[in-house]
């Protein structure tokens, strides 16, 4: 596996800080580049975070922390760095003139990331006159230090092997890479949180509901599931024994009923039912029905109860209703409980009595 002796971050706002601490807090030095006359102070106040994080995660101790250097231009921040993470401002025009820099500077087989979450690497690649070729995106998400999934995105000029070394690299610090199979603006996460979030916008415009009423929604429902599952997996169990097939057959045709304001969507027929209905046999056909539906439970019970210790204490958003509804089931339960243990107690002197009862009987007779 390709790993990571020294890296270089270019930016180092939320982003690029999160990288940052991923980095650090896996024993690899970093050398990072910033105009920002705040920058210190900010990657610094992100790297408290990720640290408190990380002690939670690994009590037992962490290795030896990567040393940070913060390089006065881009080129002494690249120079002798095995990975490049570049993750400035989402400006086309600001892309072009870093990654040109970076590329003219880095050692000739460092590969290059970049954390943008919508620009097309080959619009990026055009700047780049030496060595395009070792360019992906590395999309992650917010706080980068904790979850663990980054989109791989390759570019007309990416090499296939710079893709699987990227993939190396990521996962060598505890991520999770996806390979997006065609170029495409925003990828897939993004463009289902673009989805969601125009639909939210909507809802709230409309008046159909709040702000916090739609989080809770998310929070209290579905986004659990999503959590543990995903998407198309959560939607297999719900077409029971019958599976993908049953559900895409109940609800496939909602998708023509105007129930959102996105209704552009793909033609439902027989083709994009096998497709979904193989890809889905294809990820989860090794469990039962019965199988999964135990493993989703399992995870959910696990998930609020860990947000039920939460917030000193008090939990946090479905982990808070957890607690008190765990609590109200135990109240419940400890009224029977000290019913029988007070009739099971009361018996024993009257079946005490009965006994003296038998033998002064038996003295009298």
């Known amino acids: 596996m390709n790993t990571i002796s020294k890296a270089a971050a270019i930016g180092g706002g939320v982003i690029?800080?999160?990288?940052?601490?991923?980095?650090?807090?896996?024993?690899?030095?970093?050398?990072?580049?910033?105009?920002?006359?705040?920058?210190?102070?900010?990657?610094?106040?992100?790297?408290?975070?990720?640290?408190?994080?990380?002690?939670?995660m690994v009590p037992g101790g962490l290795p030896k922390e990567g040393k940070l250097t913060y390089a006065t231009t881009i080129a002494e921040a690249v120079a002798d760095a095995d990975f490049i993470q570049e993750s400035v401002p989402e400006r086309l025009d600001l892309k072009h003139k870093v990654l040109a820099e970076i590329d003219m500077h880095a050692p000739a087989n460092a590969i290059i990331g970049s954390s943008t979450s919508?620009?097309?690497?080959?619009?990026?690649?055009?700047?780049?006159?030496?060595?395009?070729?070792?360019?992906?995106?590395?999309?992650?998400?917010?706080?980068?230090?904790l979850l663990p999934i980054?989109?791989?995105?390759?570019?007309?000029?990416?090499?296939?092997?710079?893709?699987?070394?990227?993939?190396?690299?990521?996962?060598?610090?505890?991520m999770k890479p996806v390979?997006?199979?065609?170029?495409?603006?925003?990828?897939?996460?993004?463009?289902?949180?673009?989805?969601?979030?125009?639909?939210?916008l909507w809802l709230i415009k409309d008046g159909i509901c709040s702000v916090e009423e739609l989080d809770d929604i998310m929070r209290y429902g579905f986004g659990l599931r999503w959590a543990q599952m995903g998407m198309f997996q959560v939607y297999r169990v719900a077409g029971g024994e019958a599976g993908m097939r049953h559900f895409m057959a109940q609800f496939g045709p909602c998708l023509q009923w105007?129930?959102?304001?996105?209704?552009?969507?793909?033609?439902?027929?027989?083709?994009?039912?096998?497709?979904?209905?193989?890809?889905?046999?294809?990820?989860?056909?090794?469990?039962?029905?019965?199988?999964?539906?135990?493993?989703?439970?399992?995870?959910?019970?696990?998930?609020m109860d860990a947000l039920s210790k939460q917030n000193?204490?008090?939990?946090?958003?479905?982990?808070?209703?957890?607690?008190?509804?765990?609590?109200?089931?135990?109240?419940?339960a400890k009224?029977?409980?000290?019913?029988?243990?007070?009739?099971?107690?009361?018996?024993?002197?009257?079946?005490?009595?009965?006994?003296v009862s038998k033998k002064v009987a038996g003295k009298k007779g």
Do not use: C
């Open 16 to 56: 690029g800080a999160g990288w940052v601490a991923r980095l650090l807090l896996n024993g690899i030095d970093v050398s990072i580049f910033d105009p920002d006359p705040e920058a210190t102070r900010k990657v610094s106040e992100v790297m408290k975070g990720a640290r408190r994080a990380y002690k939670q």
């Open 118 to 145: 919508g620009i097309k690497p080959s619009d990026m690649q055009v700047a780049m006159k030496k060595h395009p070729e070792r360019l992906v995106v590395g999309h992650p998400f917010n706080p980068v230090y």
């Open 150 to 174: 980054v989109e791989i995105v390759g570019g007309i000029k990416t090499f296939p092997e710079a893709i699987e070394v990227a993939k190396e690299i990521y996962s060598s610090i505890g």
């Open 179 to 200: 390979v997006i199979r065609k170029e495409i603006e925003a990828f897939v996460g993004d463009r289902l949180l673009e989805a969601a979030w125009r639909e939210a």
């Open 258 to 303: 105007p129930w959102t304001k996105l209704m552009d969507v793909p033609e439902f027929n027989d083709e994009l039912v096998e497709l979904i209905a193989g890809q889905s046999d294809d990820q989860s056909s090794k469990w039962s029905i019965r199988e999964l539906e135990k493993i989703r439970d399992d995870n959910l019970v696990a998930i």
């Open 312 to 332: 000193k204490g008090k939990g946090w958003g479905a982990g808070a209703l957890y607690k008190d509804y765990t609590k109200h089931l135990a109240a419940q």
């Open 335 to 355: 009224p029977k409980a000290s019913k029988a243990a007070e009739k099971a107690k009361a018996s024993k002197p009257v079946k005490k009595a009965a006994k």
